[in-house]
Nanobody, 126 residues
Framework: QVQLVESGGGSVQAGGSLRLSCAASGWTVNWSAIGWFRQAPGREREGVASIVPGGDPLLYAEFVKGRLIVSQDNGKNTEYLEMDSLKPEDSGMYYC???????????????????WGQGTQVTVSS
């Protein structure tokens, strides 16, 4: 069993930046990908980015390309999502998730991820 805890959300003005963290504990072996997703009220959960444990970022959503950094601290079992040039449409609940499916390496879809954190809220005001 793995536990994921996100933090770092909050309120920010448009154009600002945020750094979200995802701390993992428990069973952390055999993950194929670690993903970041977001969900705004009334909308489906959508993928933001994913990364291979110990490797390079794999997949990015088009709406964040050029303004996002995904990184990890393996010693702390923590993943980071840094976003800048934030827009009001970036608002939502942000989740991290892990997958044991090989499909998660090329498909940034919530359906491919098994375990989820509780989320951290991001609100961007104009």
């Amino acid at each position: 069993q793995v536990q994921l805890v996100e933090s770092g959300g909050g309120s920010v003005q448009a154009g600002g930046s945020l750094r979200l963290s995802c701390a993992a504990s428990g069973w952390t072996v055999n993950w194929s990908a670690i993903g970041w997703f977001r969900q705004a009220p009334g909308r489906e959960r959508e993928g933001v980015a994913s990364i291979v444990p110990g490797g390079d970022p794999l997949l990015y959503a088009e709406f964040v390309k050029g303004r996002l950094i995904v990184s990890q601290d393996n010693g702390k079992n923590t993943e980071y999502l840094e976003m800048d040039s934030l827009k009001p449409e970036d608002s939502g609940m942000y989740y991290c998730a892990v997958s044991t499916s090989v499909r998660a390496k090329w498909r940034l879809s919530a359906a491919e991820f098994d375990d989820w954190g509780q989320g951290t809220q991001v609100t961007v005001s104009s």
